[in-house]
């Protein structure tokens, strides 16, 4: 029996760069054959914090009233759930405590996007890495994926490796076996997020040697496009579950931050 197929990592144009209404994700899941998706759009942090890229905390209500009037509208068609994006960035802790607190989540991806003041996923800034030792680079992101690890406050570590967007690959490795050590521990999953084979690096995230180290560790994966257009909801997901199955990993959900599978 084919397990149910979901799309846990969608946005909404409330994040400032994301088009088409919430129930135009709902359509396109039904036309790709899903059973269902996850709304986690990227959730609202202190103002200082990366603001044209994410919701206001004035908008988060009616983010989690649309995804619940999509809910209702496909109700027996297509299973509509609630997440959040969260970012992991040092001192914001008890910020995003409080959001995650506001209201009932089924799934929460905890992401890092910034070292420092470098947002270095911005293809504005991607300069930057010229001016970076790509070592210490990895070194600082893994410290920080162990660290949004360890908070408690996450069910899945967002796009493992997602330095490597503009083709900046990790020539160590060892940083990420030790984040994925942290990851298992804590019991949270990993973000298989599809979006990678649409940037500059071709390849999904995380790459096949730590989706492979992942599954070792008993690490299990949610399936995201991080579709910011509806056309973009279940993006390769045939070559997602075909790479993820021979790699020996397992596919899970998430409801009422409850994992399944």
Known sequence: MTPPLFDSHLHTPLCGHATGHPREYARAALDAGLS??????????PAWYDAPWRMR???????VDTVREVQAEYAGRLTVRLGLEADFHPGTERFVERVLGSHEW????????????WG???PEYSAEYDERDLGGL?????ALVEGAARTGLFDAVGHLDLPKKFGHRD?????ALHALDVVAEQGLSLDFNTAGWRKPVAEAYPAPNLTRA????GIGFVLGSDAHRPEEVGYRF????????DLGARVVTYAGRIRHG
């Not at 905390?57 to 983010?63: I, S, T, V």
């Not at 992942?214 to 560790?217: M, V």
């Open 238 to 245: 045939t070559d997602a579950l075909k790479e993820l199955h």
């Open 214 to 217: 992942a599954a070792e560790r």
């Open 36 to 45: 269902g998706i996850c709304f986690t759009d990227h959730m609202p942090m």
């Open 138 to 142: 990895y070194r600082d992101y893994y």
């Open 106 to 117: 089924d799934y929460v991806i905890g992401s890092v996007h910034y070292l420092g003041a």
């Open 171 to 175: 020539t160590e490795g060892y940083a």
């Open 120 to 122: 270095f996923d911005n």
């Open 57 to 63: 905390q004035d908008q988060l209500a009616e983010y």
